[in-house]
């Protein structure tokens, strides 16, 4: 038995295989570019951190992971945000690496 269809069945096939593609992309691409959720700094500096803050200066701490796709995007837009500064700040970038990584994974 020969399956026959009729050219409006293939044009509503078409149409909704389309319009299912389009929503998975719209899905996902939504995913990608929402951002996380904003947290508010300490009220004081951690008594036992190794990093330095200078006192009545802003201090910038921003956590990268070498192997991140989104640690050179990170890093241009924190690039943007200190040419944007009027004042004095410092400004850290912590690169993360895992316990028990061989020597040279960070590059």
């Known amino acids: 038995m020969k399956a ?4 409006w069945q ?5 149409l909704l295989w389309g319009a ?15 951002p996380g959720t ?4 300490p009220a004081q500096w951690p008594a036992h951190s190794r990093i330095q803050r200078v006192p ?3 201090t910038l701490v921003m956590l990268a992971h070498p192997r991140c796709v989104c640690t050179r995007a990170s890093l241009v837009e924190l690039n ?3 040419a944007r500064v009027h004042e004095p700040v410092t400004a850290y970038v912590l690169f993360a690496k895992p316990d028990g990584v061989a ?3 960070e590059d």
Do not use: H, L, N, R
């Open 103 to 105: 020597a040279g994974w």
């Open 56 to 58: 009545g200066q802003s």
């Open 4 to 7: 026959s269809f009729s050219s």
């Open 20 to 34: 299912i593609v389009f929503t998975g992309f719209k899905v996902v691409s939504d995913y990608q570019t929402t």
């Open 10 to 14: 293939v044009t509503a096939g078409v």
């Open 38 to 41: 904003s947290a508010d700094a």
């Open 80 to 82: 943007e945000i200190m």
